[in-house]
C-alpha cells in the first residue's frame, strides 16, 4: 500500500515537472520569438498648414480639434492690401498694352513708308516694339501674381482630417511660410510596432496584424505594409577627425535593439477611436492565419 502511494505521489510530481516544463517552454518561446510586442503606437501624419502670403488674419473658419476636408478654407488673411495691388497691376497692364499698341502702329507705318523711312527709322521702331511687348508680358505676370496673391490670402487645407491645437485668432498677423495651423491627416493613420531585432527573420511584408488598442475592445485587423531599413546607432558619435568614434561598453547584458515595423490597417471595428500617440498591441500571423 504505502509502495502504490510512493509510486502515486512520484507519478504527480513527474507530471508537474513536465507540465511546468511545458508550460516554461511555451511561455519563453511566445515571450522571446513569437513576433508580437506592446510597444506599437498609433501614428499620423502631421501637417502644417502656412499662409502663402503675408497679412492679418480677418477670418479663422474653423475651431480646435474640428474635422475638415481637403480643400476647406481654415482661414484668410485681409484681403484689402491684395484687392489693391491687383487694381494697381490690372492698370499697369493697360497702360502697358496702349504703349504695345503704339509701338506696333509705328513700326507697321514705317514698313509701310517703305523707303522714304530711313533704315535705322525701321530699325528703332522694331526694337521700340520689342521693349513695349516686353513690358507687356512683364505687366500681364505682375498683374498674374497679384490675383495669385488675393486667391492665397484664402489658406485651405491640403489633406482630410482634423485640426489639432489651434492657436489663431482674428487679428494675428502671419508671415508667408510660417505655419499656423496643424491639420492630423487621417488618411495616413497606421500603426507603428517596435519590434526587438531578433524577431524580424519571422516578420515579412503582407503579414497579417493583429492590433489592440490600449483601453479599447476588439481588434484592428491589418498588414504588414513596410519594415524601417535603418535606426540611429546610439553608440556612435561624430567627431572631429575622420576615424570612428565608438563609444565602448561593458555591460554583459545586450539588449536587442527595436526596429519600426508599419502596420497597414485594413479593417477597424465601428466605434474604434484612432488617435496618434495611442499605445497599441501588435501581434504578427506570419503564416496568415
Excluded at 519571422?202 to 489592440?212: E, F, S, T
Aim: charged letters at 30%; glycine letters at 6%; one cysteine or more.
Amino acid at each position: 500500500m504505502n509502495t502504490l502511494k510512493l509510486m502515486g505521489r512520484i507519478c504527480l510530481t513527474l507530471i508537474v515537472v513536465v507540465a511546468a516544463v511545458f508550460v516554461g517552454r511555451h511561455l519563453w518561446h511566445y515571450y522571446m520569438e513569437e513576433p508580437w510586442t506592446r510597444d506599437g503606437r498609433v501614428r499620423a501624419d502631421v501637417v502644417d498648414i502656412a499662409p502663402d502670403v503675408t497679412g492679418l488674419v480677418s477670418d479663422v473658419f474653423v475651431k480646435d480639434n474640428q474635422i475638415v476636408h481637403k480643400g476647406d478654407v481654415l482661414f484668410r488673411v485681409d484681403r484689402s492690401r491684395f484687392e489693391l495691388a491687383l487694381l494697381q497691376a490690372e492698370a499697369a497692364l493697360t497702360e502697358a498694352k496702349s504703349t504695345l499698341d503704339l509701338a506696333k502702329s509705328e513700326r507697321e507705318r514705317n514698313e509701310r513708308l517703305g523707303d522714304s523711312a530711313s533704315a535705322q527709322t525701321k530699325e528703332k521702331s522694331v526694337a521700340t516694339e520689342q521693349q513695349a511687348e516686353a513690358a507687356y508680358m512683364k505687366a500681364m505676370a505682375a498683374r498674374d501674381l497679384a490675383k495669385l496673391d488675393l486667391e492665397r490670402t484664402d489658406v485651405k487645407t491640403t489633406v482630410n482630417g482634423s485640426v489639432t491645437n489651434l492657436n489663431l485668432q482674428p487679428g494675428d498677423f502671419v508671415t508667408r511660410g510660417a505655419a499656423k495651423v496643424a491639420v492630423v491627416d487621417s488618411d495616413s493613420l497606421r500603426i507603428e510596432a517596435y519590434f526587438e531585432e531578433n524577431k524580424l527573420p519571422r516578420i515579412q511584408k503582407g503579414d497579417r496584424a493583429l492590433v489592440r488598442i490600449l483601453g479599447q475592445k476588439g481588434n484592428l485587423e491589418g498588414h504588414v505594409d513596410s519594415i524601417a531599413t535603418g535606426i540611429e546607432d546610439r553608440e556612435r558619435t561624430s567627431s572631429s577627425g575622420l576615424l570612428a568614434n565608438i563609444n565602448p561598453t561593458f555591460s554583459w547584458v545586450r539588449l536587442a535593439q527595436r526596429v519600426p515595423v508599419r502596420i497597414h490597417l485594413d479593417k477597424i471595428p465601428e466605434g474604434t477611436k484612432l488617435i496618434s500617440g495611442l499605445t497599441a498591441t501588435v501581434d504578427i500571423q506570419p503564416d496568415g492565419n
